[in-house]
């Protein structure tokens, strides 16, 4: 099992960028595959990007693609969302996820999930 909390979330005007941490503890980080989603009031969850366990491979949406970018730092169990070039679409709050087999966009077959972080852009 594995716990996973978000933070870095906030207000932010269009254009600016801001960096999402989302720390793991629990069973061995490295063991999963990694993804980011996103929720608006009203709205499905909605796939952002997901990376695999060693880190080599990812995949955005085409919502994000070309101003975000996910890493992970499987040292310090430490997944992030890089979001640049903001804009107020992209208001939602943001929450990680883990599963043991590889990356998805699909957000039920994730098995472990954070509590969210908030992130607001301005126009």
């Known amino acids: 099992q594995v716990q996973l909390v978000e933070s870095g979330g906030g207000l932010v005007q269009a254009g600016g960028s801001l960096r999402l941490p989302c720390a793991a503890s629990g069973r061995a980080f490295s063991s999963y595959a990694m993804g980011w989603f996103r929720q608006s009031p009203g709205k499905a969850r909605e796939f952002a990007a997901t990376i695999s366990q060693s880190g080599g491979y990812t995949f955005y949406a085409d919502s994000g693609r070309g101003r975000f970018t996910i890493s992970r730092d499987n040292a310090k169990n430490t997944l992030y969302l890089q979001m640049n070039s903001l804009k107020p679409e992209d208001t939602a709050k943001y929450y990680c996820?883990?599963?043991?087999?590889?990356?998805?966009?699909?957000?039920?077959?994730?098995?472990?999930w954070g509590q969210g972080t908030q992130v607001t852009v301005s126009s």
């Open positions: 996820a883990a599963r043991m087999s590889g990356t998805s966009g699909f957000a039920p077959v994730y098995d472990y």
